[in-house]
Structures are given as structure tokens and as C-alpha cells.
């Protein structure tokens, strides 16, 4: 009797303490309700488009789920990023779920949580899903590429795709996971008390981690170097709201301790929020940068708008300006380290900010604080706000080998003292406007502040150091070059000549080329990396030329994510294309208060001539306008007409047009691409789209475009499909 009873204890104890399913496999439509170990397996599973369709859901309590490096991919081989579609997993209404070793790619988004409460995700790669096909080029920048965080009251930022997605999610734990190749990393709305340490978010096109009404929250050790778009060495920086972190709409009391955010958009991207901006209230306050690298940025190493905030003891070099901080109030800027910046700090309407003990390098101007003559008409925030620049002390800070060390203007009650000064051309600009600067020292109070108790990452900072400078961020259609393919890449498309300069890079290995079209290559046709190569134009009527190079070497990944063994041939690859098409442009006023294109039939009144404001003969059609067209007479409102005619050689072509607000486009008298209803892209993004075209000869072409006020922009490029 004992001996069964001894028995039957033990058989009940073995099933309270085991996994409840081991070596379980994955389905499509699955609900996890318990604790499970899975083989290690790759599914290829679509997802609904439909967020609410997930592939996999969980729900319950006190789950632990041990992936073992399984594998969901949505995407097929050869599919583009912008196409990928769906939800992989859903965890939901839980608490206390664990999830290990899952490996997710292919999707819209990999991970969501939604009402979780002590999540943990641990040592997870969500690599290679969405991304957005982008459209800028190193000749130009295009303006569909920028993106739009301000809303995300209704989840809108689900629009640019994310590998994880938190929503209302308490003590998320996030350690040792991984995503590259994506859009988005990690994106946090309504979540507090997380701590996200040791994880590396690089190479995305879009943003690092991002915060949305969430508090509390810990950043620690994380790598989101390379979250960026929008840039070309040497020809524009702007950044297009790319962030290796970005914090908006009342995120507070959050810190951020010795991250590498560097060769970002913005390093760190931080605003107030809509709220704050219509009632005066709130901001993104009381959140502290502590010990971090915000190094390359294209734009702000550190953007901190209409808030109070911390920073202390960060890393900004070469950024186009170190520190933005618009509107902030009774913020600590101390023991920085600023190099090579354009401008180290900028604060424009700074209201009582204490700035101190930073060191300043070789920055071409070191502090800037201004204000301008007025105020937005339409911002409620500069009419319920002290929005004076005013009050700031700068003390005891070192400014060496600067042009200019302090420049104010509109600035009142501005407190120097204690400063060094070594190599300084001039140490003070101030403008008639600005009163009050005082240097009798007024005894304030140093700022200290305790580091946060978080068990230390090695090889966080100083990752990107063989990488320093901006001139390492290389743009591709879908994103940062992430250096572990082969890549040739121009070194001068600014330049008009003939004459185009290539680095040749990639891992350690053999390259030659294999095909050559419209150029003749004037340097060696074969030899390793990392190489240069020179080639020079062939006279043509247009602009269509290939460079093929094959590759023999070490391991690749390609920029969807599939590996390449080492030792096997890869071809990577060199094209532009450029067909000229004689345009004739002509710019005509609209008052949509009287005849409204958009609505009517036609785009003039009836029995009404129209004369153009201003006309233009040009081979293409690129153009962006802030407040409205200037010709004879300037309009808010107006039609764009443009007419060409062109010659191409027989093939599939790919049409692209980015506008703002309406458009039409016809070919051969065809209407192929009918966008004349601005209702439907209710986002600050201009839309873009791309269309197939089968071309052979000689093509008339036909756009119309019209811009209701405001920002407008009309761009149409061709493409050679290969």
C-alpha cells in the first residue's frame, strides 16, 4: 500500500514540475495555452493580412515557451520586403509568459503583445521582416520616403511594420534579442516598467526602439546603431524621422544608460507630443540620457523638443547638430563630449537650462541659443507657455579648437562663467536683441546623478569604431548597407561628368567583373576587397549603364536574410538608368473655393481661359514646394501640366511618382495611374507608387497635379526593369 502510494506521489509531482508538451510542433490558427518545448523546425507559414488573425496566439498564465531556434518564415524567395504581410505571434491578455529562442521573419509584424503583463522575450532574432522599398537614390532624395510618428492613438504606426509591437504591456522584459534587415525594431505604445538590455537593433531603415505613452522603462547596453534612411555623403542629411531611439506623446521618467545609438537618422529623437502642443500641458519630461554614444547622425545626434530632460555624460560626434533641444525648459546638458559637430547644442525659445562641464571639440560652432521674431499662429503651446529664451547658465565647460564658442540671439538673462577657452576664434557673439549676459558667477548647484543598478553588457560602445564617420552609411533601396555582402557603391553621384568613382566592398574574398553596359572600366577588372574601381560614360542619348561583378569568398548574407555558403559564387551589382523625356511644364492658380478640380469635371471652369503663373522646358520632372508656387503671381492652390515625349528602347520599364496632394498620369493618351483623391492618404507622408510599363519607341506623356496648400511635391522617375 505504501509502495503505490509513494508511486502515485511521484507520478503527479513529474507531471507538476515537466513542460506540459515537449518537441511540439507549430500550426497555422494555433492557440498556446501552456508551457511548451518545440522542435527545431522552419515553417513557412503566410499570415492573414489581418492583424487579428495571427498565425500563432497566446494566451494564459505563467507560460514558459522554449522555441529551441524555430523558425516562422512568411516570404517567399525573390519576395520584396514592402509585400510582406501579417501577424506571426500574439500574445494577449496574459501574465507572466516566456518566450525563448524564436526565430521570425517574412512578416508585417513578427511579435505583438497586447494587455501582457511580465512579458520576457529572451535571445530572439525578428530580422528581415517589413520594410518600405525606398525611393530616394544617392543623386536625390525622395520626399515619400519620410516618415510620421506624431499619432498613435489608434495604432497607426502599425502602417511602417515592427518586429516587436507592445501595446498596454507591464514589466516587459526584452534581453539578448536581435533584429536587422527590418523597418522598425522594437515599438513600445502604453508601456511601463520595461527593461530592455543586451539587445542589438542595427541596420533597420526606420527606428530602433520606439516609445509612445510609456514610462518607467529601462534601455540598457542595446546596439541600434544604424537605424536610418534619408542620407547621401556629401549630397543630403536629412535623416526622413529615422531614430536609433524615439520617445514621444508623455513618455517620461525613462532611462536611457550606455547604449550605442550611432550612425542613426536622429541618435535620439524625443517631442513632446500632440497634446502637449494643443494644451500647453505635460511633455516628455524627466527622462535621463546617461552614458550613451549618439555619434553620426545624419540630422540631431540628441533631439529633445518642448520638454525637461537629463543628459548627462554622452558621446556626440559629427553630427550635424549634437544636440537640438527647441523649447526645452529646466533641462541638464553635463559632461557631454562634443566633436566635429556643425553645431554641438541648439536651442531655440530654451527657457532656464543649465549647460555644464561639457567638453567641446573641433565643432565648428559649440552652443547656439536664439529666438525667433514670433510664434506659429496655430500653436496653442507658444500661447499657454513661457516661450522666452531666457534664464540658461553656461558654466565651466572646456570649448577647444572652436570658430565660435557662444552665439545668442533673442536671448535675455544668459549667465557665462568658469569657462575654458583654448584655440577659441571668438568666445561671444550676441545680437543687439539680446540682453542680460552676465559672467559673475551665481553659484548654482553641480548635477549629479546615480547610475542605474543593471548588470553591464560588454562591447556596447566603441562597436562602431572601425566604422567612425558618417561617410560609412550607404543607402541601398531597402535600406542601411549592414557590410556582410558584396557592394559596389559610387563614391561621386553628385558629380555631372563622365567620369564615376566605386568603392568595392565586402567580406574577405575574390571579386571580378562579369558584364559591363554604357561604360568602360579604366581600372583592374578583377582582384579583393576592399578595392576602388574607376569607369567612364559612353556617349548616349540617355543614361543606361551595368556593372556585374561576381564574387567567390567568405559566408553571405544577402539584404533579405538568406545565407550564401562560403566558397559559392554571388553576383552583386552596379545600374542606373536615365531616359530624358522633353517636358514642357506649365503652373496654372486654383481657388478650390470657387472651382474645385478635385470635385468638377475638368480642371478649369467652363468657358474660362487660363493663363500659367509660370512655365518650364525640362528633360524631368522632380520638384518640391513649401507654401505654394512663385511665378508671375503667387499661388497657395495650383495645377501642375506637364507634356512630354520621350524615346525608349524596347523593354519593362517601372514608373515611380511621389506627389502631394493629387495626380495623373497618362501614357500615350492612357490614363495609367488615377491618384485624384487626396481623402485617401490621410498621413504627412507623400505616397508613392510604382507601375510597370512595357515601352518601345516613342511615348507621349501626360501629368496632371494639383496642390490644395500647403507642402506639395511632384516627382516621376523611370526606371529599367533587368
Known amino acids: 500500500m505504501i509502495k503505490r502510494t ?427 536683441l539680446t540682453t542680460r549676459t552676465d559672467s559673475i558667477p551665481d553659484d548654482p548647484e553641480a548635477f549629479t546623478v546615480a547610475a542605474p543598478d543593471v548588470k553591464p553588457v560588454t562591447g556596447v560602445w566603441g562597436t562602431q569604431s572601425r566604422r567612425a564617420g558618417r561617410q560609412h552609411i550607404r543607402m541601398t533601396e531597402w535600406g542601411p548597407y549592414d557590410y556582410r555582402r558584396p557592394l559596389i557603391w559610387r563614391t561621386n553621384p553628385a558629380d555631372k561628368g563622365d567620369t564615376l568613382r566605386f568603392d568595392l566592398l565586402g567580406p574577405k574574398g575574390k571579386w571580378k567583373v562579369k558584364q559591363v553596359k554604357g561604360l568602360r572600366i579604366l581600372t583592374a577588372r578583377q582582384g579583393t576587397f576592399p578595392a576602388t574601381m574607376t569607369a567612364v560614360r559612353l556617349p548616349a542619348a540617355g543614361i543606361d549603364e551595368e556593372i556585374i561583378l561576381e564574387y567567390k569568398g567568405g559566408k553571405v548574407i544577402t539584404e533579405t536574410g538568406e545565407d550564401v555558403a562560403a566558397g559559392k559564387t554571388f553576383s552583386f551589382s552596379y545600374r542606373y538608368f536615365f531616359q530624358p523625356v522633353a517636358w514642357q511644364v506649365r503652373w496654372y492658380c486654383v481657388d478650390t473655393a470657387r472651382f474645385n478640380p478635385i470635385r468638377e469635371e475638368g480642371l478649369f471652369p467652363p468657358n474660362v481661359r487660363m493663363r500659367p503663373v509660370k512655365t518650364e522646358a525640362t528633360d524631368q520632372l522632380n520638384y518640391a514646394w513649401w507654401g505654394g508656387i512663385k511665378g508671375e503671381e503667387s499661388c497657395v492652390q495650383f495645377l501642375t501640366l506637364a507634356e512630354g515625349e520621350g524615346r525608349f528602347a524596347a523593354g519593362s520599364y517601372e514608373l515611380a511618382v511621389t506627389w502631394d496632394d493629387a495626380v495623373r498620369v497618362y501614357v500615350d493618351d492612357k490614363l495609367v495611374l488615377d491618384e485624384w483623391n487626396p481623402a485617401l492618404y490621410k498621413f504627412d507622408e507623400s505616397p508613392n507608387r510604382r507601375i510597370k510599363l512595357q515601352l518601345n519607341g516613342l511615348h507621349k506623356f501626360r501629368v496632371e497635379h494639383i496642390e490644395l496648400g500647403g507642402f506639395a511635391t511632384l516627382s516621376l522617375r523611370f526606371h529599367r526593369l533587368y
Open 6 to 432: 509513494v508511486i502515485l506521489w511521484l507520478a503527479i509531482m513529474s507531471c507538476l514540475i515537466a513542460p506540459a508538451q515537449k518537441d511540439a510542433r507549430l500550426r497555422k490558427g494555433m492557440t498556446i495555452t501552456q508551457s511548451t518545448r518545440f522542435r527545431t523546425v522552419t515553417y513557412y507559414l503566410q499570415a492573414d493580412s489581418s492583424f487579428n488573425s495571427p498565425l500563432i496566439r497566446i494566451q494564459g498564465n505563467d507560460i514558459v515557451l522554449d522555441f529551441a531556434n524555430t523558425m516562422l518564415q512568411g516570404n517567399k524567395t525573390g519576395q520584396s520586403p514592402d509585400t510582406y504581410a501579417g501577424l506571426a505571434v500574439l500574445v494577449e491578455n496574459s501574465r507572466r509568459v516566456t518566450i525563448k529562442n524564436l526565430r521570425v521573419r517574412g512578416y508585417k509584424v513578427a511579435l505583438m503583445a497586447r494587455q501582457v503583463d511580465e512579458l520576457v522575450l529572451e535571445n530572439c532574432d525578428f530580422s528581415y521582416n517589413y520594410r518600405q522599398h525606398l525611393n530616394s537614390t544617392p543623386e536625390k532624395e525622395d520626399l515619400s520616403d519620410w516618415m510620421s510618428y506624431h499619432q498613435n492613438e489608434k495604432d497607426e504606426w502599425l502602417r511602417y511594420g515592427a518586429a516587436i509591437y507592445l501595446k498596454n504591456c507591464t514589466q516587459p522584459v526584452i534581453r539578448q534579442c536581435r533584429v536587422t534587415g527590418g523597418q522598425n525594431a522594437l515599438m513600445m505604445s502604453n508601456c511601463n516598467k520595461a527593461e530592455v538590455t543586451g539587445n542589438d537593433f542595427s541596420f533597420n531603415s526606420g527606428i530602433g526602439i520606439g516609445l509612445y505613452r510609456s514610462s518607467y522603462n529601462l534601455f540598457a547596453y542595446n546596439q541600434v546603431n544604424f537605424n536610418v534612411r534619408g542620407y547621401s555623403h556629401g549630397v543630403y542629411n536629412r535623416g526622413q524621422d529615422s531614430a536609433g531611439f524615439l520617445v514621444y506623446e508623455q513618455s517620461s521618467n525613462n532611462v536611457f544608460y550606455k547604449n550605442s545609438a550611432t550612425h542613426s537618422g536622429d541618435g535620439f529623437f524625443l517631442w513632446a507630443g500632440q497634446s502637449t502642443m494643443d494644451n500647453g500641458q505635460g511633455g516628455c519630461n524627466d527622462n535621463l540620457l546617461l552614458e550613451n554614444d549618439f555619434s553620426y547622425a545624419p540630422t540631431n545626434g540628441i533631439e529633445v523638443t518642448f520638454s525637461r530632460n537629463n543628459i548627462v555624460g554622452n558621446r556626440v560626434f559629427e553630427c550635424d547638430h549634437g544636440i537640438w533641444g527647441g523649447y526645452s525648459y529646466d533641462s541638464y546638458i553635463a559632461r557631454n563630449q562634443f566633436r566635429d559637430n556643425r553645431i554641438a547644442i541648439a536651442i531655440e525659445h530654451g527657457l532656464q537650462n543649465n549647460i555644464q562641464y561639457n567638453l567641446f571639440n573641433q565643432d565648428r560652432e559649440a552652443i547656439r541659443l536664439w529666438a525667433r521674431a514670433s510664434q506659429p499662429a496655430d500653436w496653442a503651446y507658444a500661447k499657454l507657455r513661457d516661450t522666452r529664451s531666457a534664464g540658461n547658465r553656461i558654466w565651466k565647460n572646456s570649448f577647444n579648437r572652436t570658430s565660435l564658442a557662444v552665439n545668442l540671439a533673442r536671448t535675455d538673462s544668459t549667465w557665462l562663467f568658469a569657462n575654458t577657452y583654448g584655440e577659441v576664434a571668438s568666445w561671444l557673439k550676441q545680437d543687439s
